[in-house]
């Protein structure tokens, strides 16, 4: 998969502000321009690093899951490790 | 002139700010990304002098501390047997931007001024009108992360 076009980028990251609204979150001197570079960073680091995120799951859900189902295990991971409880 | 507050806005088919509340006061939310407007109808009050208005929102940064909201406001005069109003007829769109509060909480208020006859569709004293506010969150201009929220907006003769 390559980095998200334009397009799905700028949607990608007009939902994380508007996640963010929606909880309330105080977001300190940034600016729209700021959020779109980091989303577009982080898209790019996925990008290049998605195979290793794979390896890192191992046998049999690397293989037994599907593409949207490991997405979401790594989100739940995430969620764990830096949203739940902050 | 005149004030317009959340509970007064009238959706128009799509890309309308939604109602909303923070800490009891109600609120409409103006998206960052997506431009998005809403409408509100009024009539202007006979003591008018043809000075032109100014249109004063009232709003704050929902999540942000910093940068810049670009809002614009157009103006429709509903008078006797002038527009179908089965088409918007607004005139000309007039902008001003304002910068968030670096307090989470605290309102900026940011004026937008129209000059008397086309700018405000030759709106005259007693008319009825509808204003239309959007924030033009597209606009290079606008940089402020998050929705604006809007608590209330005043009209006076500039």
Known sequence: MAVLSSADRAAGCAKYMRDLCAARETIGPALKADLQAAFNALDAFMDANAAAVNNAIPLPARTVLTVPQKARLLEAVIFQRYISGA | ?158
């Open chain 2, 1 to 158: 002139m005149g004030a317009f507050f959340p509970a007064d806005s009238e959706a128009p088919a799509s890309n309308y700010a939604l109602l909303n509340s923070r800490n009891g006061h109600p609120t409409l939310e103006y998206d960052a990304a997506a431009e998005w407007a809403t409408n509100f109808t009024g009539v202007l009050p006979r003591n008018y002098g043809g000075g032109g208005l100014t249109v004063t929102v009232h709003w704050m940064g929902a999540s942000a501390t910093s940068g810049d909201v670009k809002w614009g406001g157009s103006i429709e005069r509903d008078n006797a047997n002038n527009h179908d109003l089965d088409a918007d007829a607004y005139a000309t769109e007039q902008t001003a931007t304002g910068t968030a509060n670096g307090t989470s909480g605290k309102v900026t208020s940011t004026a937008i001024t129209f000059t008397d006859g086309a700018n405000v569709d030759s709106l005259a004293a007693g008319d009825p009108f509808r204003l239309k506010l959007a924030r033009k969150a597209a606009d290079g201009a606008d940089t402020m992360t998050g929705n604006a929220q809007l608590i209330a907006i005043t009209v006076v003769e500039t």
